[in-house]
């Protein structure tokens, strides 16, 4: 990623303005609207005629292709490779011309996103010994799934929808895709402001 002495100053504005356009486009997805509604998820265990028990696993939700829709677009503010990512975004407002309020704003929600996840579930999800934070669930179910980037998150994620937690396991990143929508829908008027202060320092 070039550093802002390497970019031109319209090319910071344009991954900002790139930010902003992927927020709207993620604003008027299904998955936002069908998940403020409110998701649940269950599991049930049912003894058979023959004794034998049958487990019943349920989410209620989002269908997994707006799911899909959501994180495809979602995807480029944690991809190091696109300009609008927050981690590259932090590093551009770090050496912008911005006034410090600005810059600071604009850290003080990518603190908040990031320590949210570094939490976990409050109900508490354990898989295998580990407890699960926000941050593993998603990254593990974006590239075991979603993306197909990592075989050993792909084998991770396969190993966690063939257990009884699944449910409880999807309902968290639906969840957390919720609160980090929400969270980074708030850096947008950060952009917007940080856009104009630049546009009016540069030279006529």
């Not at 990623?1 to 992927?22: G, H, I, P, W, Y």
């Not at 403020?36 to 696993?57: M, N, Q």
């Not at 939700?61 to 590259?88: H, Y």
Request: contains cysteine; charged residues 25%; hydrophobic residues 40%.
């Amino acid at each position: 990623m070039e550093t802002l002495l390497e970019m031109s100053v319209e090319d910071f504005v344009c991954a900002l303005r790139l930010f902003n356009q992927k927020i709207d486009k993620l604003s008027n997805y299904s998955f936002v609207h069908n998940a403020l509604r409110g998701t649940s998820s269950s599991i049930s265990w049912k003894e058979t005629d023959k004794g034998l028990g049958v487990i019943t696993k349920e989410r209620i939700g989002p269908s997994k292709e707006t799911i899909d829709a959501f994180v495809l677009t979602f995807r480029f503010f944690i991809q190091d490779n696109e300009a609008c990512s927050l981690r590259n975004l932090s590093a551009l407002y770090r050496e912008s011309p911005v006034s410090d309020t600005l810059k600071n704003d604009f850290e003080n929600i990518r603190t908040k996103i990031n320590n949210f996840l570094d939490s976990g579930p409050q109900m508490g999800i354990m898989f295998l010994g580990e407890k699960l934070t926000y941050r593993k669930i998603m990254y593990t179910i974006i590239y075991g799934d979603l993306a197909h980037a990592s075989a050993r998150e792909k084998d991770k994620f396969e190993m966690w929808m063939d257990s009884p937690l699944s449910p409880f396991i999807e309902n968290s990143f639906v969840s957390l895709l919720v609160v980090l929508f929400k969270t980074v829908n708030s850096i947008k008027k950060i952009n917007l402001k940080t856009i104009e202060k630049i546009i009016t320092l540069q030279p006529i």
